[in-house]
C-alpha cells in the first residue's frame, strides 16, 4: 500500500519501537518509509505518539553497545515537537490486560496498543505483522508500505 494512501487524513499515529530504531539508525530497507512520515511531522501535518515502552525498548541496543550518541538520538527523537510522549496510566494498564487476555500479547505489545488507542491515535504504526489482529486498532505494518 502507498504510505500516502495508508497515511490520508490522519492526524494522529503510534509508534512502535521498530519504526523509531528504523529512523535513527537509517535502516536501509525500511528508511524511506520512516523518514517520509516524520516530514509529515516536521510539516505539522501528522502528530506522532510514544511512550516510555516505545523509548525503553529504543534504548536497549545503545546502552548495550555504549552509544551513547545513538541513546540521545532515541531521546530526541521521541521529545521533540510533534510527537506526544504519552504516560502509562491506570486506564491504559487496565485496558493493556483486555488486550493482553484477549489477543495474547506479550505485556509490552499490550500496553503500547492500550497506549495507542487511550491517546485517541488513528492508527499504530510497527513491522510486526502479527498485532494486525487487532481489531479495535488500524494496524500499519512498515513492510507493506511504500514511500
Request: proline share 2%; aromatic share 8%.
Amino acid at each position: 500500500m502507498k504510505l500516502e494512501v495508508a497515511l490520508a487524513g490522519m492526524t494522529r499515529l503510534y509508534l512502535d519501537t521498530a519504526p523509531v530504531i528504523y529512523l535513527v539508525e537509517r535502516n536501509p530497507q525500511f528508511f524511506g518509509e520512516v523518514s517520509a512520515i516524520f516530514r509529515r511531522v516536521d510539516e505539522a501535518q501528522l502528530t506522532v505518539v510514544a511512550s516510555q515502552i516505545t523509548l525503553a525498548e529504543c534504548l536497549v541496543g545503545a546502552y548495550r553497545t555504549n552509544q551513547t550518541q545513538v541513546a540521545a538520538n532515541f531521546v530526541e527523537c521521541l521529545t521533540q515537537e510533534g510527537t506526544d510522549f504519552v504516560q502509562i496510566s491506570a486506564e491504559i494498564g487496565d485496558l493493556a490486560a483486555q488486550l493482553r487476555v484477549k489477543y495474547n500479547f506479550q505485556l509490552p505489545d499490550a500496553l503500547q496498543l492500550a497506549t495507542a488507542l487511550v491517546s485517541n491515535c488513528e492508527a499504530f504504526l510497527t513491522n510486526d505483522g502479527q498485532l494486525k489482529r487487532v481489531a479495535e486498532l488500524r494496524v500499519l505494518v512498515i513492510g507493506e508500505l511504500e514511500a
